[in-house]
């Protein structure tokens, strides 16, 4: 008999934010049979953690499992305070680990840490980068799972021809760095006069207005197009052929992951979990955070070799293959049961 299980993360999607791994998770585990309640979808911060807290404390006794998505800014005091919760009263917890910034947040708040992971039934990092962070702080009750996809939701392009048009997919938060895609459109604009850039995602502090204005100012090709539902930016993605990955902070990106499953070729910086996403010149190319020179010198390299290029498309292709949920799931059933 299949568990009942109490999802407890930041499903904000229905509010203009992008999808959290919540609103794909839980979908898939119904479909698996798992009986799923979520919390929160609240904008308001204060209102998030008292539903969140309120469903352990109504459904406590119908709950097998909690399962806690848990990043590293915020969102890890309010995984700190459900695991208090499901301590209190015996429940089974597992941490799912997304954050790139949580060994950040390990070094800094070693008690709390201790406390919401040491305690855990499991915790699942999605990559081997958050695996031997955890490893090396002294955590053993951890298991690799990772991020999952639906893979026949986003359709493979076989490129055999490249060209300087660009698509960049995140949230508009300093974090993730947008303006470093501008200033890479700008420079690539010098050689390739007919280069151009789509950026995809909603606004979070400011980023968005900042990106368009420098885009005005200077001239340049760049559509922002809000936030597209997945399949509307996976059928966008068809008119690019270079995926910008910009950030100063990562774990293992879904969005990255799908960009690899649709065919697009990936340049990105090399922070965080994206040396184990990435092998450098054979399924995508990685650079240096905060490097605009490099990162305009990986997109040339991709126009100019297109041969490889193509190449590394159809091994990036291969390689995200094994992240389909019905390869995946074998792994959380087992856990789960």
Known sequence: MKKNLLYIGNDLAINSFTATYISFFSKVLKKEGYSVRTASNKNNKALRLVEMLGMIVKYHRSTDIVLIDTYGALNFYYAYLV???????????????????????????????????????????????????????????????????????????????????????????????????????????????????????????????KCKEYAEKQNLKVIFTGKLKKKEWAKVSTDYDVFLNSTNIDNTPISVIEAMALGLAIVSTDVGGMKDLIDHQENGILVPWKDEKSMVKAVKLVLADQENSAKMTLNARAKVSNFDWNIIKGDWNELLN
């Not at 597992?94 to 954050?99: E, N, Q, V």
């Not at 493979?156 to 021809?161: G, Q, T, V």
């Not at 010098?190 to 280069?195: Q, V």
Request: proline fraction near 7%; charge should be positive.
């Open 83 to 209: 695991a208090k919760a499901c301590q209190f009263y015996k429940l089974d917890y597992i941490p799912i680990l997304h954050g790139g910034n949580l060994p950040t947040r390990l070094e800094e708040s070693k008690g709390f840490s201790e406390n919401l992971f040491g305690k855990a039934k499991k915790n699942v990092a999605p990559s081997q980068f958050l695996y031997r962070i955890f490893k090396e702080a002294g955590f053993n009750n951890l298991q690799i799972i990772p991020n999952a996809i639906e893979l026949d939701k986003f359709p493979f392009k076989e490129r055999k021809s490249f060209a300087p048009k660009m698509l960049w997919v995140r949230r508009f938060q300093g974090r993730y760095n947008p303006m470093m895609a501008i200033k890479v459109l700008e420079q690539l604009k010098k050689e390739y006069p007919t280069a151009e850039l789509c950026m995809v995602g909603p606004e979070k502090d400011g980023s968005l207005q």
